[in-house]
């Protein structure tokens, strides 16, 4: 890990109360995860306690203390996409990655998220690849989407 | 950069931009909401902007890239102005037609709005029945603006009402015409947003501190991520409209990370706004001085409750606190902190420019001026709807939203998320405001309303709910984290055919239990949702638990797949496509569910051409046993007499 890269966040943030949480996800944003050495950097520089670092890191969703795949896949159950059939996007979703999600593939290519609410309600069911929303989705979309990917 | 120091000259400035601008200049408006850009709106737009270029006309057509116009439901939407010709379910391929069409001053009629009653074609945007019903207050400009332009805004009318309050209002009048108003909080909570003011403005502490709460957790509710998106200015000016009236310097904008394009949005339009002086020291010239900082959430719906989104703020773990120091009072850094919703905030300015007695005269006696709706699930046109309060569910769900798809039945409406409740159809005539939905067990909440028809399952949408809220309770007091746990195992049990005499009556009581003694909203109406369902659905339940059948057909352990042999013409397309390789058969041999095997996804059926529907879904009844060996082979008269029947 490249610590100069968390200073480098940490100094965006200068003076400034109750940064914590902005840090944390611009270094999420940085690093695709955040590692154990970034912790303790931000607790250097901040004088705030690992505990209450880690507390918060795994207290938020976006936030994750294990490495990412290279694609993040999140796969939307609010209530608009659980009624248009949401939970069978999911499990197709979840048979063709032969991941469950959560989890992350062994060869780092994805990693499987179940989200909340994307606020595309109207376009539901909903996936988002990295920064791609599709809407609408049939199961028998999923696998040609995911293939897009590499 | 023009920075303007006095109200004349924020006049002087919204003059010159008009003056610059050819009223009768065609302007291709294009959604660029999140929502249509699911659907493709950004090669949308490309393919116009290279149209334009190609047929020469950068100078004589313009292309703007809005926010949501609300009618997602046949996105693209792209509106021709000065008429307001609307086009919708564009493609890129479309442009050269439409291109085409506004130099010859013609109209692509095939892209038109099509009454589905009538099959007529409807030309302008304002005259199709999902916007003509409708009263667009907050939503109506999102077409007319683009959100990253702040020339725009300012073009109609924008920040005319903070300049009218700096220079003709005092802050108490201010917050007096604000109560008058009686503008109650959108987020879901209804508190009068002038008493709430006035609190802060009262309490002793320096800084005070005013707070845009843009983490819209209620899954189904998207309208402040339309309106941070597609018009930010006013949020940002009824903020520093109320941040007068308080007396507060200093604003926060929390918004969730699930929203990026608002982020981006609003942190463009603070910048504008500074540079034109309209934000910063000395705002046009008034001594005012106030600025705004957006802090992006990290992913927890209990961080949208107003104590934990201020811990959040300061940067800790957002988490509830007890209710009995107010926030309003005691908020961030324990400074008294002002906190109201997106769209209570874009109301302001409308307030302040029109006065109260305009506001008053829309909506209910209770709930005044307009709401914002997300109407989505099973409904014909899903999308963001803005009518005045008291307007019936009837009226919405069918004059609005065109019904239910595919003539389904209508089941239930879900309204007010998570804490909300289930309304069914008899209720239909209600008018919606903030009392009269809380008298039917659900609430008005944030404005999210998911059409149910007769496919939904009214116990699996009551477990999903109480999923949602076991992922998303903060886990600091008891009857909020074991309750729904215990309800949770329960529900899990009707599902799966589990079920015995006296769940209901244990999840009527642990659902009272919740709401008595839970901390925060979170857990006082997370059986809401529980309570509803089993207040006009209880046959349902009872189905489930004294017949193990599900009548929606939804349960997986509750419902089998099978394939009638008379329908099935062996074309193999349910036999290729099932992951769990439980059908059984080839070219003309009708095809066998293995029961054993079946994983119940529902692919077979799904896939099974709709001349064919050979693929049944049952439940409650014992699976016919297979069609034996010897009548499997599909004799060739039998194809057209399958596919008949």
């Known amino acids: 890990m490249d610590v100069e890269k968390i ?134 979309d999923v696998g040609e989407i995911l293939e897009r990917y590499e | ?8 000259e924020l006049e002087d400035l919204r003059r010159e931009i008009l003056s610059k601008r050819d009223s009768n200049k065609p302007c291709i408006a294009i959604c660029a909401g999140t929502g249509c850009l699911a659907l493709g709106a950004q090669r949308v737009i490309n393919a116009f902007k290279e149209e334009v270029k190609k047929q020469g006309l950068e100078a004589n057509v313009d292309i703007r890239e809005t926010g949501c116009p609300g009618f997602c439901e046949k996105g693209t939407v792209v509106v021709i102005y000065p008429k307001g010709v609307c086009y919708l379910q564009v493609q890129p391929e479309d442009s050269f037609e439409i291109i085409s069409a506004i130099k010859e001053r013609k109209i692509v009629e095939r892209l038109l709005y099509t009454d589905p009653s009538t099959g007529e074609k409807v030309i302008y945007e304002h005259e199709i029945p999902f916007y003509k019903n409708q009263m667009r207050l907050l939503m109506g400009n999102n077409t007319k603006i683009d959100p990253k332009n702040i020339d725009d805004y300012i073009a109609l009318g924008g920040y005319g009402a903070i300049s009218k309050a ?3 209002m005092t802050p108490e009048q201010v917050l007096e015409e604000v109560k008058r108003s009686n503008l109650r909080g959108r987020g879901g909570g209804g508190f009068p947003a002038g008493r709430k003011w006035e609190t802060t403005r009262n309490a002793p502490g320096e800084p005070k501190y005013v707070i845009v709460n843009c983490d819209e957790g209620d899954p189904g509710a998207f309208m402040d991520r339309a309106l941070m998106e597609g018009n930010p200015h006013s949020v940002l000016e009824g903020l520093i409209i109320g941040a007068y009236a308080i007396g507060s310097h200093e604003g926060f904008i929390y918004a969730r990370q699930e929203y ?5 949005n609003v942190n463009i339009a603070i910048k504008r706004a500074e540079e034109y002086g309209l934000l910063g020291n000395n705002i046009l010239g008034s001594g005012f001085d106030f600025k705004i900082k957006v802090h992006r959430g990290a992913g927890a719906f209990v961080s949208g409750e ?25 908020g961030v850094w324990d400074k008294p902190s002002d906190l109201n919703n997106v769209e209570t905030w874009a109301n302001v300015p409308l307030i302040i420019d029109k006065g109260s007695d305009w506001f008053t005269s829309i909506g209910t006696e209770g709930s005044k001026g307009t709401k914002i709706f997300s109407l989505v699930g099973k409904v014909n046109n899903t999308g963001l709807v803005e009518v005045p309060m008291g307007t019936t569910l009837k009226e919405i769900i069918y004059d609005i939203g065109g019904g239910i798809p595919e003539g389904k039945k209508f089941k239930a409406v879900q ?17 919606v405001d903030f009392d009269e939905l809380a008298k039917l067990g659900s609430i008005m909440g944030s404005g999210g309303m998911i059409v149910m028809d007769e496919d939904t399952c009214m116990v699996d949408i ?16 008891v009857p909020c984290r074991e309750g729904l746990k215990g309800v949770r195992k329960i529900l899990n049990d009707i599902v799966a055919g589990r079920g015995k005499e006296g769940d209901i009556e244990l999840l009527e009581e642990i659902g009272d239990v919740m709401s008595e003694a839970s901390l925060c909203a979170l857990g006082k109406t997370a059986a809401n949702p529980i309570l509803s369902t089993i207040r006009y659905f209880r046959d349902e339940y009872e189905a489930h638990i004294e017949e193990k059948r599900c009548p929606a057909l939804v349960c997986k352990d509750l419902i089998s797949y099978y394939i009638d042999p008379e329908r099935c013409n062996a074309c193999r397309l349910c036999l290729k496509n099932c992951p769990a390789d ?15 095997k079946c994983v119940k996804c529902g692919t077979c059926f799904d896939v099974c051409p709709p001349k064919f529907s050979a693929v049944k879904k049952i439940s409650g009844e014992p699976v016919p046993p297979p069609i034996p060996e010897e009548k499997r082979v599909l004799v060739k008269d039998k194809k057209s007499k399958g596919g008949q029947k």
């Open chain 2, 166 to 168: 700096l220079s003709e």
């Open chain 2, 1 to 8: 950069m023009p920075k303007t120091n006095s109200p004349t």
């Open chain 2, 260 to 264: 990026p394009l608002a982020v981006e």
């Open chain 1, 7 to 140: 200073d480098e966040i940490i100094d965006g943030y200068v003076d400034e109360e109750g940064v914590l949480i902005q840090i944390l996800l611009d270094i999420q944003h940085e690093l695709n995860w955040i590692p154990k050495e970034s912790i303790i950097e931000v607790s250097r520089r901040l004088q705030i306690p690992i505990s209450q670092i880690y507390r918060v890191a795994s207290f938020y969703t976006a936030m994750s203390l294990t490495p990412m795949g290279r694609h993040l896949v999140q796969v939307c159950l609010g209530t608009a996409c659980h009624v248009r059939g949401a939970p069978k996007i999911l499990n197709k979703v979840e048979n063709t990655l032969k991941i469950k999600a959560g989890e992350t593939t062994e060869d780092m290519m994805f990693t499987l998220r179940r989200v909340n609410c994307l606020g595309c309600c109207a376009m539901g069911p909903m996936i988002v690849v990295d920064k791609d929303y599709y809407g609408k989705m049939k199961t028998q």
């Open chain 2, 462 to 477: 009551s477990r999903y709910f109480v999923d949602f809220l076991c992922d998303e309770s903060c886990g600091k007091c």
């Open chain 2, 306 to 330: 107003s104590s934990a989104l201020m811990t959040a703020i300061e940067g800790k773990v957002g988490e509830p606190r007890p209710k009995y120091i107010h926030t309003s009072e005691s």
């Open chain 2, 582 to 596: 439980a059908i059984d058969g080839e070219k003309k041999l009708i095809h066998i569910i293995d029961q054993s």
């Open chain 2, 415 to 431: 309204t007010g998320g998570p804490s909300g409740g289930c309304i069914p159809e008899e209720y239909l005539d209600t008018p």
